[in-house]
């Protein structure tokens, strides 16, 4: 478990990075509120990290289902992330730190156990 931990967080700096900079454009540019901009830099970055961790982390075959349940389950997260940074008025770091933290372990073990479950 130690070594897909290790392997989804380093695939993870990369999708962080991805995220962070299309939310920061976004909610600078736009001024669109934290729940959309998290929800649109999340869906971006997604992608990269789900076949990403399918292919090197799991060795699991990325499938429409597959993708769409984490998808849909970190989608969720992402938005409830940026809904409650809206209603407390939290700065945009503090919304990209709390979700990357809690997508980071909350994605992993979604990811292990539910979406590629059956691995060694």
Not at 49 to 58: C, E
């Amino acid at each position: 478990m130690v070594i897909h931990f290790a392997k989804y967080f380093s695939i993870g700096i990369i999708n962080t990075l991805i995220h962070w900079i299309i939310f920061a454009n976004i909610i600078y540019i736009t001024n669109t509120p934290q729940s959309y901009a998290n929800l649109i830099a999340f869906i971006a970055a997604i992608t990269f990290s789900f076949f990403s961790n399918a292919k090197f982390t799991f060795k699991k075959k990325a499938t429409s289902g597959r993708y769409l349940a984490f998808l849909v389950f970190m989608g969720i997260l992402s938005y409830l992330t940026g809904f409650v940074a809206d209603k407390i008025n939290a700065a945009p770091i503090i919304t990209l730190v709390a979700f990357s933290a809690i997508s980071l372990i909350l994605g992993f073990l979604y990811s292990k156990f539910i979406v590629f479950k059956g691995i060694e």
